[in-house]
């Protein structure tokens, strides 16, 4: 069976950015789908890009316990399906989980052959340029955000490996070695 390699990062890191590089150059990896109870976006597709769900089927699912992990953000329920992470693992599928970093520690204790990887920015004052530069946030809550990412660089020990984002190729390449260290 494969393994599901988790990858975690804070706000800003570039996680998205190497995570799109990383399925560009691996298409035979597959991107879990998470379920979310928020409202569907213009041109967001069902089974695409999440799996939408009402509260009260999302909680149903929370009791039974369908999820490997799930939070709540803003008002809205996102987790991470057991079912169909096990499934794709159970098809032989590469399985790649773009999660926060308190469900890949929440992953790591329901599945003891997850892989977990944490991007790391070059420098803390790199990612607080990165957020700034981004001018989408207003003080307050770029001071929220930086401190989470202390937390959150704190609880980059407890994975298995850890990737610098200093260059997206670069951090990319690091995560192909990884896994295939990791498959074999």
């Known amino acids: 069976m494969k393994k599901l390699f988790v990858i975690s990062g804070s706000s800003g890191v570039g996680k998205g950015t190497v995570i799109k590089r990383f399925l560009e ?4 990896f597959k991107l ?3 379920c979310t109870t928020r409202t569907k976006r ?3 597709e069902h089974g695409i890009n999440y799996f939408y769900l009402t509260r009260e089927e999302f909680m149903k699912s929370v009791e039974k316990g369908d ?3 799930w939070a709540e953000f803003s008002g809205n329920c996102y987790g991470t399906s057991k ?4 499934q794709g693992l159970k098809n032989n599928e590469n399985i790649l989980l773009e999660i926060d970093t308190q469900g890949a520690l929440q992953v790591k204790e ?3 052959n997850a892989i977990l990887i944490f991007i790391m920015p070059p420098s803390f004052e790199e990612l607080e340029k990165r957020l700034r530069g981004r001018g989408t946030e207003t003080e307050d809550s770029i001071q929220k955000r930086l401190n989470t990412v202390k937390k959150e660089m704190e609880n980059a020990k407890h994975f298995h490996y850890t ?3 200093d260059d997206v190729e670069r951090a990319v390449e690091e995560i ?3 896994i295939k260290n990791e498959q074999v």
Not at 25 to 28: L, S, T, V, Y
């Open 163 to 165: 990737v610098v984002n």
């Open 67 to 69: 999820f490997l992990e």
């Open 42 to 44: 213009p041109g967001e």
């Open 25 to 28: 150059k691996n298409p035979n």
């Open 32 to 34: 879990s789908i998470s």
């Open 83 to 86: 079912k169909f992470v096990e």
């Open 110 to 112: 329901k599945m003891d």
């Open 176 to 178: 192909e070695n990884i």
